[in-house]
């Protein structure tokens, strides 16, 4: 591939939607509907995040995760979180072992079930938060610590978190420096009338087909290279950091409701992945471009767990879904009345390249 960050060729461009392609008519196989889950999940993959996947019980979370990793070629292994679950039990343990021909004893590392491509952890908020703390240096240094001694994870290496929305009690809630290594909290719904029918056809007249590989690990690998280089407009990247700043209640810019509803909003993190989501979406639709829209269509996934509302917001029943569509709104009309730095009437009046819809 081209080193040159700015000059993705013609034959890569149109390889990362063939791709996008073959993995959605693979996982049609076995799943049915969840388009948009589907495209969240691979966003996320290919821009090295990790994903919380919110859903009640029975809407093909784990078979998704499981399908995506055959679909990948991809090593996977599924954490079932209890309360009684140790960060031994996740990142594995040393243990002393004899030499027999010499009679030595050394300890030896077991590796735990983290050491896998796609880690599926089921019901993440039913372990204390000492458990779910061993996952926080795997996803962010992507290497487990043990005995003073640092082991390297395999790439690509990808968390999945799954939370039960409906059983709050004996769970633990995931602290806020938790949540924030996530970079999508993707909302799992119920299948439409047609998806059901569809759904009991495929799982009660016969057996599952099964997943063929699509992609290699590698070219995963050179796929989430390409996401990096995917050049965005100076227009844009001030729309994703105004878009984020805004979320705040603490900043002079933040709108009345944001400031009313709001406990604290997304740090710099969120502008990151903001940016990085942006341009996931634009490669695999084959543009090499991100755009403004690329960055909204992504907000949703990227804000909806860093927007913590206050009592008042929540007895009202507003969420942050609520708040980010209006944040999106208003945060247009502002710029176009030009009421803020010179940058933002820059925003929406440069002419960049929208999405391909």
């Not at 700015?6 to 509907?33: H, Y």
């Not at 878009?243 to 705040?248: D, E, P, Q, W």
């Amino acid at each position: 591939m081209p080193d040159n960050t700015n000059d993705i060729d013609a034959e890569t461009l149109a390889k990362v939607p063939e791709a996008r392609r073959k993995l959605r008519e693979e996982l049609s196989r076995v799943i049915v509907g969840q388009e948009a889950v589907i495209d969240q999940l691979l966003i996320c993959l290919f821009s090295r995040g990790h994903a919380l996947l919110v859903g009640v019980p029975g809407l093909a979370k784990t078979l998704l995760v499981r399908s995506l990793a055959q679909a990948l070629d991809l090593t996977f292994s599924r954490i079932q979180f209890t309360p009684d679950l140790m960060p031994a039990d996740v990142t594995g343990t040393e243990v002393l072992q004899e030499d027999r021909t010499s009679g030595t004893r050394e300890f030896r590392f077991i590796r735990g079930p983290l050491f896998s491509n796609i880690v599926l952890g089921d019901e993440i908020n039913r372990t204390p938060p000492k458990t779910q703390a061993a996952l926080l240096e795997a996803m962010q240094e992507y290497q487990v610590t043990c005995g003073g001694k640092r082991h390297n994870l395999d790439l690509p290496f990808f968390v999945l978190a799954t939370q039960n929305p409906i059983e709050q009690e004996g769970t633990y809630p995931l602290p806020e420096a938790q949540l924030d290594r996530f970079m999508f909290l993707i909302s799992v719904d119920y299948p439409t009338r047609d998806e059901e029918v569809r759904i009991l056809r495929l799982t009660t007249e016969g057996e599952m087909p099964p997943i063929r590989p699509v992609l290699t690990k590698q070219e995963i690998l050179d796929l989430q290279h390409v996401v990096r280089r995917v050049p965005i407009a100076d227009h844009v990247l001030n729309y994703a950091v105004e878009l984020a700043r805004r979320t705040r209640p603490s900043q002079n810019e933040s709108p009345d409701f944001i400031k009313t509803s709001v406990t604290w909003g997304g740090g710099p993190r969120a502008s990151q992945f903001l940016v990085l989501g942006a341009k996931a979406n634009a490669i695999l639709e084959g543009r090499k471009e991100a755009s403004i829209e690329d960055v909204k269509l992504v907000s949703h996934p990227v804000l909806r767990h860093r927007l913590v509302t206050n009592f008042a917001a929540s007895a009202e029943g507003i969420t942050s879904d609520h708040l980010i569509d209006r944040l999106i709104d208003n945060t247009a009309r502002h710029a176009s009345a030009g009421l803020d730095d010179a940058r933002l009437p820059k925003v929406f009046g440069s002419a960049g390249s929208q999405p391909n819809r």
